[in-house]
């Protein structure tokens, strides 16, 4: 797989390394309501990183919170390879302060959701009464990746391709997660008339080998008797 930075004309192939620290969040919420305050995207760019954080409690002060970075595909509306015609011509008279705004809510709502969504998925209905909240911000869209240049596969979140992402460090580990949509307590992300969510690093019908998978073991949820 190939990863290029985007910048000017030049070009950088990254080297991507799962580290083990928390990761600090970047971008600021007054984008969701004021485009020109977003962070500026690539219409280049295919993949997106998204610094989140999960708090499973009522509050941030009271509840248990987990940081992590998660890196995804662009959906096809925001992603001129993975797009239809009509998205691409759509996509192309976006005013640049628009589409970064859309890229920073692809983060904020769309991945926020998916993560709330995984994390209750492996354990079923028990998970239900489990005060869950996700938040994500970004830094802007700059890296293209070839894994995001087409559609990926519908896989539905399980216990065995997604067994948990969090972690007794404090840490929010999504690289244990080799699905595409996740369904638990009524919802469903992305929602079924959405694309699949994408990640820039694989495919999720594929067997994962050589990805970098965690070996410290998933915290389980503070389920009720």
């Known amino acids: 797989m190939r990863t290029r930075l985007l910048h000017g004309s030049a070009t950088t192939i990254l080297v991507i390394v799962v580290a083990s620290c928390s990761f600090p969040r970047s971008g600021t919420s007054a984008c969701d309501d004021d485009a020109a305050q977003c962070p500026q995207s ?63 809510q692809y983060c904020s709502q769309d991945v926020a959701r998916f993560l709330r969504t995984a994390i209750k ?3 079923g209905v028990r998970a239900c009464a489990v005060p869950v909240h996700c938040s994500c911000t970004t830094a802007g869209a700059q890296l ?13 979140c399980d216990s065995k391709n997604c067994p ?16 595409s949509r996740a369904e638990a307590c009524g919802v469903t992300s992305p929602r079924s008339d ?30 009720q008797p």
């Open 164 to 179: 948990g992402i969090l972690r007794r460090t404090s840490k929010l580990d999504i690289n244990s997660c080799f699905c």
């Open 121 to 123: 998925a492996p354990v």
């Open 42 to 104: 690539s219409r280049a760019a295919t993949s997106v990183t998204c610094d989140c954080k999960c708090t499973v409690g009522i509050s941030e002060d009271t509840g248990d919170n987990f940081d992590g970075r998660v890196a995804v595909c662009l959906p096809p509306a925001l992603n001129k390879f993975s797009a239809t015609e009509a998205q691409r011509s759509a996509l192309q008279a976006l005013e640049a302060h628009v589409f970064d705004q859309r890229v920073f």
């Open 144 to 156: 293209d990746s070839d894994k995001c240049h087409s559609n990926c596969q519908e896989l539905a």
């Open 194 to 223: 959405d694309p699949v969510m994408c990640r820039d690093w694989l495919t999720p019908t594929a067997t994962p080998l050589g990805a970098i998978v965690s070996s410290e073991p998933p915290l389980p949820l503070p389920l």
